[in-house]
């Protein structure tokens, strides 16, 4: 069976949508960690992925995008690491399993947002506290290894390019790094002003086997941002757009982009060279199944004997 980075290199790999938001509508209480639910409610995140795999997606993301000590203590679950981590592991790992197909190879990518320790200007941590909190992470994917480690919403190339090696040498895998960008008048930027080819030259430098953006965007934006990371990529380039425009409806997020707007864009960014898209903030699976459909000739409806 091909390996995932295979597929990758061949191109027109549909990665899956937001986890956050499809938690908050299935009961998740503001200031409780998502990766609680690992734990407590295995059937809800399993409800998820499945719902994805549903949709056509290739890749599904492990609900352990906070997982890291340092933000799981805010909420006094710091001990719980390698417990949490790992359970999101398995359960990605569990809904493959049971929607197996002959004719399709699916995977994991584990999930690594970052990691609630600042460095300076903004934070006062060093390189070894954003290091150390990336390792007792990393721990639970030694006992079972997913396809992918996924680096993402990264809006500091120095923490991306820690936790890069960190996985790099805990694990062997293939490793993608995805950062998260605004446009302005001279280009796309993260907020600590990492400019977008310069971050994927280092990126590629430093040995990332994928690289991308995610989040903060729109899939109409990300078009544009595509366009410029695969003309100065060589490895494969992976992108995450948002649902559209964020604002804020009875206390809580919605977006304003549809599914038909996020699937056009999604061909296109298929046309234009990128090897895997997916859904960031905002998006389901209704977003997905509109995608397989417009950029990868119909997957809708698609189960797995």
Known sequence: MATIMEHLTRG????????????????????????????????????????????????????????????????????????????????????????????????????????????????????????????????????????????????????????????????????????????????FFTVMGDEATVATAQLEAAGADVIGANCSITSRDMLDLAAILTESATVPVLCQPNAGEPTTRDGMPTYDGTPEEFAAHAAAMFGAGVSAVGGCCGTTPEFIRRAAVAALGGREGETAG
């Open 12 to 187: 027109r790999v549909l990665f899956d949508g937001g986890m956050g938001s499809m938690l908050i509508a299935r009961g998740l209480e503001a200031g409780r960690p998502p990766e609680e639910w690992n734990v407590s409610r295995p059937d809800v995140i399993g409800s998820v992925h499945r719902a994805y795999l549903d949709a056509g997606a290739d890749v599904i993301q492990t609900n352990t995008f906070g997982g890291t000590a340092a933000r799981l203590a805010r909420h006094g679950f710091a001990e719980r690491v390698g417990e949490l981590n790992l359970a999101g592991i398995r359960l990605a790992r569990s809904a493959i399993e049971a929607s197996a197909a002959e004719d399709r190879s699916r995977f994991v990518a584990f999930s690594m947002g970052p990691s609630g320790e600042m460095m300076a200007p903004v934070g006062a941590a060093d390189e070894a506290q954003v290091r150390t909190e990336f390792e007792r992470q990393l721990q639970a994917v030694c006992a079972e290894p997913p396809d992918l480690v996924l680096v993402e919403t990264m809006v500091d190339l120095r923490e991306a390019l820690i936790a890069l090696d960190v996985a790099k040498r805990a694990v062997d895998v293939p490793v993608a790094v995805s950062m998260t960008y605004n446009y302005n008048p001279r280009g």
